[in-house]
């Protein structure tokens, strides 16, 4: 079985600070999917990497894929209340499959 | 993207009572999966609901507790049996697209207290 471990686990900064969340594995993945989910929501999709090294921007979110495809990273640039959420890792072992691993997870929340 | 309904949104039920929760997407998928999850925590799957057979289960869940319909491709019903308070907990609808890459798509969940 594959495990993702995410860490912090919970995380409380004032607005504008920056931060970074980090998801990772012993195993390799196919790739890789950062969630947000608000309260009384379901997870949203906020962005899949694929290739090792890959990094992806989302306005003030940077993503990073690790080069062995077992890590990953959000980081979050001047933060805004609205970033308040749960942050949820995912990976998929291999392509073509459809089913995901979910990490445990980052309460985050950002105070005006 | 997708969008899914999911209802009802929340429900107070009694012990020993059963709660069957609808999922319905605005479009046939091919995967549709039920999930668990206690409050600010992850997701635990519970079952791949198959369309036109049983679902497939993940370990520590069982058909008699969470017996879950898959009528066509755009519909699926999971029930939670003989319900206790270790029931409590959000219970999403998650549909996924594309193969490529496995993104998922999640209803709104559903709030459930057993009392």
């Known amino acids: 079985t594959q495990l993702l471990e995410q860490s912090p686990q919970f995380l409380s900064i004032q607005e504008g600070e920056n931060l970074t969340v980090y998801c990772n594995s012993s195993s390799v993945f196919s790739s890789l999917q950062w969630y947000r989910q608000e309260p009384g929501e379901g997870p949203v999709l906020l962005v899949t990497v694929v290739t090792g090294g890959e990094v992806k921007k989302l306005k003030r979110l940077t993503f990073q894929f690790g080069d062995a495809r077992k890590d990953s990273s959000l980081h979050i640039t001047a933060a805004q209340p609205g970033d308040t959420g749960l942050y949820l890792c995912a990976g998929v072992a291999r392509a073509g499959s459809y089913q995901l691993t979910f990490g445990k997870g980052t309460k985050l929340s950002v105070i005006p | 993207s997708a969008v899914i309904s999911q209802k009802p949104s929340r429900d107070i039920c009694q012990r020993g009572t059963s709660l069957t929760i609808q999922c319905q997407v605005d479009?046939?998928?091919?995967?549709m999966f039920w999930y668990r999850q206690q409050p600010g925590q992850s997701l635990t799957l519970i079952a791949t609901a198959n369309q036109g057979s049983e679902a497939t289960y993940e370990s520590g869940f069982v058909i008699d507790k969470f017996p879950i319909s898959r009528p066509n491709l755009t519909f699926s019903t999971l029930t939670v049996s003989n319900m206790s308070p270790e029931d409590s907990s959000i219970y999403l609808c998650s549909v996924v697209y594309r193969v490529v890459n496995t993104e998922a798509f999640f209803g709104q969940g559903t709030r459930l207290t057993v009392v």
């Open positions: 479009s046939q998928v091919t995967m």
